[in-house]
Structures are given as C-alpha cells and as structure tokens.
Nanobody, 129 residues
Framework: QVQLVESGGELVPAGGSLRLSCAVS????????MAWFRQTPGKERDFVAV???????????EYARSVKGRVTISRDNDKNILFLQMNNLKPEDTAVYYC???????????????????WGQGTQVTVSS
C-alpha cells in the first residue's frame, strides 16, 4: 500500500526557513516522479517543485516561478524521503503543502496535480508578517 506522510509544517515569521519532509512507503521511491504542491482555502492545488526521474539516479528539477531561488527540492532514496527546503518565507507562502508521487514518465515534466496518483495528507505552513 502506497503511503506518503508529510511533516515539518509550522508557524514561522516572515524571512524564516522550514524543511518539509515526505516519508514514502509502498513503492520503489527512486524511480518515481515526486513533487510538492500547495493549496489555500478555496483555491486549486498549485505546483511548487518537482523531481522527475530521468534514469540512473538522475533527476530533473523544476520550480514554480513564485518560489524559485527560495526553495530546494531533494530526495534521499535510501531512506525514501522527499524534502522541501524553504528559505526567506513570505506570508503568501502560507498554505497546506502536499507531496505527490507517480511512476516516472521520462520526458514528461508533470506540473499539474491531476498528473499524480499518490498524495499525502498535507502539512500546514503558516508565515506571519
């Protein structure tokens, strides 16, 4: 059974940092595309960052324009954990953050939530001004 469990979200002041984690079980983590999305009440789930498997422990990474330069997505395949390091947080980063996974589709960069089959339950990040 596939499970993704996020953690690390909390209340932080503007300018602060957080590292979110997503513990993965139930599949071979290394050959899956994995991504982070975020959602605020009443809005769609927005793409934040993705690591797409392109072969032999090699991944392509991409970031949403709104977070580029402030966040870093990474993964520990030995421990089956996906991370999102977020720095210089802004109040507009406040959201529930979700990790997502799906079997790798080499050549496809999936930025839409509908492209992912597996999801975690989310972790709340609140940035105070």
């Amino acid at each position: 059974q596939v499970q993704l469990v996020e953690s690390g979200g909390e209340l932080v002041p503007a300018g602060g940092s957080l590292r979110l984690s997503c513990a993965v079980s139930g599949f071979t983590h290394s050959q899956y595309d994995m991504a982070w999305f975020r959602q605020t009440p009443g809005k769609e789930r927005d793409f934040v960052a993705v690591m797409s498997w392109i072969g032999e422990n090699t991944y392509y990474t991409e970031y949403a324009r709104s977070v580029k330069g402030r966040v870093t997505i990474s993964r520990d395949n030995d421990k089956n954990i996906l991370f999102l390091q977020m720095n210089n947080l802004k109040p507009e980063d406040t959201a529930v953050y979700y990790c997502a996974a799906d079997l790798a589709a080499p050549g496809a960069i999936r930025r839409k939530a509908s492209a992912y089959e597996f999801w975690g339950q989310g972790t709340q990040v609140t940035v105070s001004s």
